[in-house]
């Protein structure tokens, strides 16, 4: 089956900025994999933040953003803020099939 | 508001079947595909299955392909999760999300547990 890899963590300094990718080991990711990335805390169920790349939820924060970069999906946290610490899991579609990565421990510090 | 409230979890012996569920209000049922993902204790999440507006189409991930099976009761705004063969490695919160073609899981329950263990 595929699989779908991202950063298993990362530390960024509030304040600054931090890229978080997802590749797939089918090749490069496309707009047709229509990547989602959402975000979870601790004992809480997961929360969306960008659906189709790029596009953001009502409630998504302004500093997050998403899109391709190097054949990966990706995203981008510019401004981090401490509450911003979480654990980040993006999701692939592979033609309804929909996959994904392992997550990314993000630690603001 | 939106809401999706699963239920069913247990704990449940290995071989053995059990039925989850996760009743929708808030929103037009039949406009929206169903997603179940699940989450092993400490571990990622793992997309399970969706099944389409109508219930005609289903899409499994490969671990559970041919033991669960993804159903929609629209006039009950209900999506079930029906699980035979269980194994240890089935032991998770099991989530019910909502989507469309190009987005998964705008909003997402507060998730059932299932402990497969003898």
């Known amino acids: 089956q595929t699989v779908v890899t991202q950063e298993p963590s990362l530390t960024v300094s509030p304040g600054g900025t931090v890229t978080l990718t997802c590749a797939s080991s089918t090749g490069a990711v496309t707009t047709g994999n229509y990547s989602n990335w959402f975000q979870q805390k601790p004992g809480q169920a997961p929360r969306a933040l960008i659906y189709s790349t790029s596009n953001k939820h009502s409630w998504t924060p302004a500093r997050f953003s998403g899109s391709l970069l190097g054949g990966k999906a990706a995203l981008t946290l510019s401004g981090v803020q401490p509450e911003d610490e979480a654990d980040y899991y993006c999701l692939l579609d592979f033609g309804g099939v929909r996959v994904f990565g392992g997550g990314t421990k993000l630690t603001v510090l | 508001q939106v809401q999706l409230v699963e239920s069913g979890g247990g704990v449940v012996q290995p071989g053995r079947s059990l039925r989850v569920s996760c009743v929708a209000s808030?929103?037009?049922?039949?406009?929206?595909?169903l997603h179940w993902v699940r989450q092993a204790p400490g571990k990622g999440l793992e997309w399970v299955a969706v099944?389409?507006?109508?219930?005609?189409?289903?899409y499994y991930a490969d671990s559970v392909k041919g033991r669960f099976t993804i159903s929609r009761d629209n006039p009950k705004n209900t999506v079930y999760l029906q699980m035979n063969s269980l194994t240890t490695e089935d032991t998770a919160v099991y989530y019910c999300a909502r989507g469309y073609d190009i987005l998964t899981g705008d909003y997402w329950g507060q998730g059932t547990l299932v402990t497969v263990s003898s």
């Open positions: 099944v389409s507006f109508d219930g005609t189409i289903k």
């Open positions: 808030g929103f037009t049922f039949s406009d929206y595909i």
